[in-house]
C-alpha cells in the first residue's frame, strides 16, 4: 500500500528521500564531513569547488562542503524544536479554547488576534535583540512567537469533533474534560496538525536562516546556512559557490518538507485519498 | 419493588438566540423508575425522548436548552444539586448510556478494546490485567466473535450491529443499574435490530438493570417494555403495560401512532398518517398540545389543558375524552 501510495505521490517520496538524506546527514555530521569545520587555513581561502574541497572554500579557508554538513545540524534542531514548542502551545491553546468555548474561547481567540497583528518576523527580531542571540534562544523564540495559525486550526477542528457522538459519549461514561481531549479529541485532530507541522519546519529553518543571514541568528563560528550566506555576500562576485551550496541547501530542505506535507495532506484528506488510490 | 429513577414536573426550556423567543421542549414531564423495570419511552420526533434521557445525565446542550424546573431523583437521591466530581462518578459507573449511530458513537481513531478497557480504567481500580481480562469477558458477553481479535479492531473494521455490540458492552462495563437506550436500533438492519434489542434485553435481567428505551416505533416495544409511556410535545400523554396500550389506546395521538403501523394498516389501502404537524416548541399552548391534529376536539380541549388521569387500571391518558367513554 505504501508503494503504491508514492508511486501516486511521487512527489512525496522525493520530499521523503531529501529529508531522509538530511537526516542521515546532520546525524553523521562528525564522521562524513572531510575537514574540521571551524578550523581555519588562511593560506588555502577562497579556492573554488576541486577533488579536495568540493564545495570550495571560504574566506578564511574552511571547507564549505563540512561546514555546509554540519550546519545542517542547526537548521535541523531549530525547525524540530520550534516547531516543537509551537504545536505544543497551539494545540492546547486551540483545544482549551475550542472545548470549552464560552468566555476561555473568546479571551484566547482575541489573544491570537493580537498576535496575528504583530509581524512575527519583526517581533522575533525585537525578543532577540533583547535575549541576546543563541540557537536556544531562536528555537523558544520561533516557538512562542508562532503558534497562533496552529490555535486556530485546533479550535476549528475540536469546534466540528466536538458535537461528535463518540464525545457525548466518553461523556456519558463520566470521563473528565482533560481524559476526553487528550484521548478523544486530539488524536482525531492529529491529521491536520502533522501536515502544518511538517509545512511549519520548512518556515523555521527559513526564519532561522534569515535571523543568522542578519546576525541575529547563531553566532560564528558555529556553522549554519544563514550565517553562511551572510559571510557569503561580501564575496558575491568573486566566491559564488559560498552563496549557491548554502542557498540550495536551504532550497532543497524547504521543497522537501512542503512536499512531504502536501503528501501527508494528501494521504490524510480522505476525499483525496480516494482519488489517490485508484 | 424499590423505586430506582424519579422525575417529576421537568421543564426544560430553549432560547432562540437570533430572535431570543424562549420556547418549552418539555412542559413537565413524570418518569417513574423501578429497579430493573423496562420503561419504553415512545413519541415521534421532537418530542422530547432525547432531551428527557440527557436531562437525566445533566447532558443537555446548554446553550440553548436549560432545565428550568423539577426535581430528578436516582435512587432516593437528588440529581439537581451534584458537584461535578459527583457527576463524573454517576455517568457511566450507575447509568450507562447506548446511542442511536453505533458507529459514530464510537471513537474512529481508536481499537475497540481500548475504548472498553477506557471505560473500566475510569472506574474502577482494577490492574491491567485485570481489565484485559474484563474486557474480553464483556465482549463474549455481548456476543461478538472473536475477542481477542476485536480488542485491536477500530469501528470503521465493524458492522453497525457489531459496533452497537460494542456499544452496550461499554455501556455495562463498570455495572451500572440504570440504562438509557436512545433509539439503539434505528440505524441498524431490520434483521439485526431484533438481535440487539433481545441482547439487550438479556444483559439487563442477567444484571437486573432498568432500561428506559428510547424509541419512535411501537412495534419493537411489544415484546421488550413492561411499561410504555407515549410523549407528544414534551408531555406525557399516555401510560401503561404495553398489553393495555396495544389493545386499548385511551389517547388519540396513541390510536393514532397505532393506525400508522404498517403491521396494523389494511393491505391495499394507504397506510394511515396523522394529520397535521407537530407544533413548534415556540408556539404557546392554551389547551391540550393535540388539539389542533384530533379528530375528537372539543372546545374544552382548546380552552384548558387536560390533566394525566387514570382511565383505566394501570392506564393513564392525559385526554378529556379518552376512547371508550
Known amino acids: ?278 | 419493588m424499590p423505586e430506582l429513577l424519579c422525575v417529576r414536573n421537568l421543564k426544560v426550556s430553549l432560547r432562540d438566540p437570533p430572535t431570543g423567543r424562549e420556547g418549552w421542549v418539555l412542559r413537565g414531564v413524570d418518569l417513574r423508575m423501578e429497579a430493573g423495570e423496562r420503561v419504553a419511552l415512545v413519541g415521534e420526533s421532537g418530542c422530547g425522548k432525547s432531551v428527557t434521557a440527557l436531562s437525566i445525565l445533566r447532558l443537555l446542550p446548554r446553550p440553548p436548552m436549560e432545565i428550568s424546573s423539577g426535581q430528578i431523583e436516582f435512587k432516593g437521591r437528588d440529581l439537581g444539586n451534584l458537584t461535578r466530581e459527583q457527576w463524573l462518578e454517576i455517568r457511566g459507573r450507575e447509568i450507562g448510556m447506548v446511542f442511536q449511530e453505533p458507529i459514530s458513537s464510537l471513537n474512529p481513531v481508536m481499537p475497540i478494546g481500548e475504548q472498553i478497557a477506557e471505560t473500566l480504567r475510569n472506574h474502577s481500580g482494577l490492574s491491567t490485567g485485570e481489565i484485559r481480562a474484563r474486557t474480553l469477558s464483556l465482549l463474549a458477553q455481548v456476543g461478538l466473535p472473536d475477542p481477542p481479535r476485536l480488542l485491536s479492531q477500530y469501528p470503521h473494521q465493524l458492522s453497525g450491529g457489531m459496533c452497537q455490540r460494542a456499544m452496550i458492552a461499554m455501556a455495562v462495563a463498570c455495572g451500572p443499574s440504570f440504562l438509557i437506550a436512545d433509539e439503539p436500533t434505528t440505524a441498524l438492519d431490520v434483521t439485526v435490530q431484533t438481535q440487539i434489542l433481545d441482547l439487550l434485553f438479556r444483559m439487563t435481567e442477567e444484571q437486573r438493570l432498568a432500561v428506559l428505551l428510547i424509541t419512535h416505533n411501537l412495534m419493537i416495544v411489544r415484546g421488550h417494555a413492561d411499561r410504555v409511556v407515549i410523549l407528544y410535545l414534551g408531555l406525557v400523554v399516555e401510560e401503561g403495560v404495553p398489553g393495555e396500550i396495544f389493545r386499548h389506546p385511551q389517547h388519540p395521538y396513541t390510536e393514532g401512532l397505532l393506525a400508522a403501523l404498517p403491521e396494523v394498516s389494511h393491505k391495499g389501502r394507504p397506510l394511515y398518517n396523522i394529520p397535521g404537524v407537530v407544533p413548534s416548541p415556540f408556539e404557546d399552548l392554551k389547551g391540550c398540545a393535540f388539539a389542533d391534529r384530533c379528530p375528537r376536539v372539543e372546545r374544552k380541549c382548546r380552552e384548558s389543558a387536560p390533566p394525566l388521569l387514570e382511565t383505566r387500571k394501570g392506564h393513564q391518558a392525559r385526554c378529556f375524552y379518552p376512547s371508550g367513554k
Open chain 1, 1 to 278: 500500500m505504501i508503494k503504491r501510495f508514492f508511486s501516486h505521490h511521487p512527489l512525496m517520496f522525493w520530499g521523503g528521500v531529501i529529508i531522509t538524506l538530511l537526516v542521515l546527514c546532520a546525524l553523521t555530521a562528525q564522521w562524513i564531513a572531510p575537514y574540521d569545520p571551524i578550523r581555519q587555513n588562511l593560506t588555502q581561502n577562497l579556492l573554488p569547488p576541486s577533488i579536495h574541497h568540493w564545495m570550495g572554500t571560504d574566506q578564511y579557508g574552511r571547507d564549505v562542503l563540512s561546514r555546509l554538513i554540519y550546519g545542517s545540524r542547526v537548521s535541523l534542531s531549530v525547525g524540530l524544536v520550534a516547531v516543537s514548542i509551537y504545536i505544543l502551545i497551539g494545540t492546547t491553546v486551540g483545544s482549551v479554547a475550542g472545548y470549552y468555548g464560552g468566555w476561555v474561547d473568546g479571551a484566547l481567540m482575541r489573544l491570537v488576534d493580537i498576535l496575528l497583528c504583530i509581524p512575527t518576523f519583526f517581533l522575533i527580531l525585537m525578543v532577540i535583540a533583547f535575549v541576546g542571540p543563541s540557537i536556544i534562544n531562536i528555537m523558544v523564540i520561533i516557538g512562542v512567537t508562532s503558534w497562533t495559525d496552529v490555535a486556530r486550526l485546533v479550535r476549528g477542528e475540536v469546534l466540528a469533533l466536538k458535537e461528535r457522538e463518540f464525545i457525548q459519549a466518553a461523556r456519558v461514561i463520566g470521563m473528565k474534560d482533560s481524559r476526553i481531549i487528550l484521548r478523544h479529541l486530539l488524536p482525531n485532530a492529529l491529521g491536520p496538525v502533522l501536515v502544518v507541522a511538517t509545512l511549519g519546519i520548512g518556515g523555521a529553518i527559513l526564519v532561522e536562516s534569515s535571523l543568522s543571514f542578519l546576525g541575529l541568528g547563531v553566532q560564528p563560528p558555529t556553522p549554519s546556512w544563514g550565517n553562511m550566506l551572510e559571510e557569503g555576500k561580501d564575496h558575491l562576485t568573486d566566491a559564488w559557490w559560498l552563496i549557491t551550496f548554502p542557498g540550495m541547501a536551504i532550497f532543497l530542505t524547504v521543497l522537501g518538507y512542503n512536499l512531504l506535507g502536501e503528501g501527508l495532506r494528501d494521504l490524510l484528506d480522505p476525499r483525496l485519498r480516494g482519488s489517490g488510490r485508484q
